[in-house]
């Protein structure tokens, strides 16, 4: 199967067809879709910009721990609302430049942001090594990048 | 038309609420910096409200975990103003008659409220309970208003489009 027939299959799924027809549903998804990517970017802010130095007072390890969860659930929210919203246009979106920008982003946040977090979860250090820096520098660049193409599904 | 309409066309009307109401590029970015900005308010202030209701950083101070996230709350709510009201005043004739555009309005006084409340009151008896596992429940009320009306104000934000 290729990615093609699974958007053709997505918009033809009860999700997407539930979606089709409703009138409300895309507007409370993309809400939801909205909320949880606050929490998502807020949580992954605050970690971040503690590893980079810029705001410190809580270990960056207790941090990254006490978080995960936050950010780990909301970017579950995130991905069901986001299938949600898609099912809707599927095909839309499939040909979509902006969609595939985030979609080759949001892979790639996740690729660096899961080891990333293993390693702030042990960092006993009071302020991170460079090559860490460099890590949360990359992690919040592609986050922010994701929201950015995002939006742009919109406008393009 | 009262004066609070006649202002909102005129401030509709003046030079630079046309120019970005009219622009191809500068209202998108606006409007992209006020979404990201979100995050950096209300996802970072709804931390310290999880502390307050005793979800997160248990093993915190109440004012460790405020150090931490009020800076970036505050950068957040400079980004959301500045580019909120370059967005208003792009539709701000629109905006005026705009139910959910009021809503919110309501919502962020009421927002704004909240934490004077707080500070006046319980947060002056920090010391007593900063490290503290049994928060006042003035305080957990405080956090629990704070996240709940953050969270419908981005819901009344997004709203808005719906009603244009």
Known sequence: MNLLSLFHWLSHSAAGLYMQRSSWAFAVAETVHLIALATLGGTVLVVHLTTLGLIRRVPIAKLATELFPATIGSLAVLLVTGVLMVSEEALKCYYSQGFRAKMLALGLAIVVFIPLHAIQAKTTRESAPWWLKVGAAVSLLLWISVGLAGRAIGFL | ?164
């Open chain 2, 1 to 164: 038309m009262g004066l609070l309409q006649q202002f909102c066309q005129w401030l509709n009307d003046t030079a630079p609420a046309t120019a970005l109401r009219e622009s191809i590029w500068m209202f998108p970015i606006v409007e992209t910096v006020h979404v990201l900005g979100i995050a950096l308010l209300a996802g970072t202030i709804a931390i310290l409200d999880l502390r307050l209701l005793g979800v997160l950083f248990r093993g915190e101070r109440v004012t460790t975990v405020g150090k931490q996230v009020l800076p970036l709350v505050w950068t957040g709510f400079a980004v959301l103003s500045i580019s909120g009201v370059m967005l208003f005043a792009a539709e701000a004739a629109k905006s005026y008659s705009n139910p959910a555009f009021r809503l919110k309005l309501a919502l962020l006084v009421l927002a704004a409220l909240n934490p004077l409340v707080y500070y006046r009151t319980v947060y002056k008896r920090i010391a007593e309970w900063d490290s503290s596992p049994a928060i006042p429940l003035q305080a957990k009320i405080a956090g629990g208003i704070s996240i709940t009306l953050w969270t419908a104000i981005i819901a009344a934000g997004r709203a808005i489009a719906y009603f244009n």
